[in-house]
């Protein structure tokens, strides 16, 4: 196992669309099985490969109190979406924000698990809203993209000089 590097905005490949996974291999599961460490490590509920600069269509999930509930979707696609919820929001690739963002309430979800087995299901709560944002990742879109431009070009400001301050600290220690 290993941990990948998480992308954040505003890095231009966040903004790829990933393409369809073309086979549920060994080297498949290998990038799930990174995916999960990276993500129970940062720690978060959710990684879609897009944010590890895999740009193949791909999620892994985990709601759970305990880290022990995770969820593989391969080449996800919602069917039907019922409701609306506005829930606050954070992401691995845009650290120390969160922002409310409405969005379906549940979702049915057509995908293939771990092992390639095609699977109709669906969710709601936390998960529903964890499913609709990582693969809004997948389609190269991130969540500040549903605030207004103001407020996304004062994150993007704000995580870039974070950036400059991390690589002088650096510099320093080096
Ligand atoms: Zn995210």
């Known amino acids: 196992m290993a941990k990948l590097k998480i ?6 490949r966040l903004r790829k669309k990933a393409v369809p996974v073309a086979a549920v291999d060994d080297a498949l599961r290998q990038l799930i099985d990174d995916m999960f460490e990276t993500m129970y490590d940062a720690p978060g509920i959710g990684l879609a490969a897009t944010q590890v600069d895999v740009h193949r269509r791909l999620l892994v999930a ?4 305990e880290k022990d509930d995770p969820y593989v979707l391969i080449n ?3 069917v039907a979406r019922d409701g609306l919820e506005v ?3 954070g992401c691995l690739s845009v650290p120390g ?13 057509n ?3 771990r092992n390639g087995a095609a699977i109709e299901a669906d969710f709601d709560g936390l998960l529903a809203v964890c499913v609709q944002h990582e693969i809004d990742h997948l389609d190269g879109r991130l969540f500040v993209d549903y605030l207004s431009e103001a407020k996304r ?3 993007r400001k704000r995580l870039q000089k974070d950036r400059r301050l ?5 510099a320093v220690v080096l």
């Open 87 to 89: 829930s606050e929001e």
């Open 166 to 170: 991390q690589i002088q600290e650096t």
């Open 7 to 12: 992308l954040e905005f505003p890095d231009p």
């Open 97 to 109: 924000y969160y922002e409310e963002v409405e969005r379906a309430e549940h979702v049915r979800v």
């Open 153 to 155: 070009q004062r994150i």
């Open 76 to 78: 996800p696609e919602i």
């Open 111 to 113: 995908y293939l698990d």
């Open 62 to 65: 985990d709601v759970s109190a």
